[in-house]
């Protein structure tokens, strides 16, 4: 079946250092492509996406990237600050018949930022 | 607003017991949607809504039961519970399509023994 890989599972940086965290998807229909913050003991929340017919977006210090030859879109986090410290994951979606939609999840990254 | 909100934040339960988990949002939102969240495994799709009277399957639907009488309400039922629905559950609503901002909720932490 479909599914998305993330890497790495952990991540340990520096304040001030930049984070990149990479996901390869398999179901070459998904065309739109989330990410989220998880903070302990709440829901996900939304930081940034992408659609499949852009290669970049960036957003303050936060960016993604999409290469949809390669399956492949990454999280780039730049000027790391204790406060990103969180679990991110990504996820790949696809419209589906009748309104519907099919939507997998990556596995998630901690991230550490240590100041 | 107070967005998505569901109850209870913790629940624990025999099994074979009968529970549904309630779900409601106050933006108007045409999606609704169920996730569980297990160690290790990110979040997987248990079914969802595109609006009232409208729900279908996502990636693991066996065990649970979904209805959508009100634009506001999405509850999930489990019918029978097992070890193996013992899971953070969240519900999460976006305005009209998939492509939208999806906003979750606190999530229910439920335990089966």
């Known amino acids: 079946g479909e599914n998305v890989e993330q890497h790495p599972s952990t991540l340990s940086v520096q304040e001030g250092d930049s984070a990149v965290i990479k996901c390869t998807y398999s179901?070459?229909?998904?065309?739109?492509f989330p990410w989220y913050k998880q903070e302990l003991g709440k829901g996900p929340q939304l930081i940034i996406d992408i659609r499949s017919n852009v290669g970049e977006k960036k957003d303050q210090r936060i960016a993604v990237t999409l290469n949809k030859t390669a399956k492949h879109f990454s999280l780039h986090i730049t000027e790391t600050q204790p406060e990103d410290s969180a679990v991110y994951f990504c996820a790949a979606s696809r419209g589906g018949r009748s309104g519907g939609f099919k939507t997998i999840f990556g596995a998630g990254t901690r991230l550490f930022v240590k100041a | 607003n107070a967005g998505v909100t569901q109850t209870p934040k913790f629940q624990v339960l025999k099994t074979g017991q009968s529970m549904t988990l309630q779900c409601a949002q106050d933006?108007?939102?045409?999606?609704m949607s169920w996730y569980r969240q297990d160690p290790g495994m990110g979040l997987r799709l248990i079914h969802y809504s595109v609006g009232a009277g409208i729900t279908d399957q996502g990636e693991v639907p066996n065990g649970y039961n979904v209805s959508r009488s009100t634009t506001e309400d999405f509850p999930l039922r489990l019918l029978s519970a097992a070890p193996s629905q013992t899971s953070v559950y969240f519900c999460?609503?976006?305005?009209?399509?998939?492509?939208?901002?999806?906003?979750f909720g606190p999530g229910t932490r439920l335990t089966v023994l």
């Open positions: 933006m108007n939102h045409e999606y």
């Open positions: 999460a609503s976006s305005p009209n399509t998939y492509t939208d901002t999806q906003y």
């Open positions: 179901d070459s229909a998904s065309n739109y």
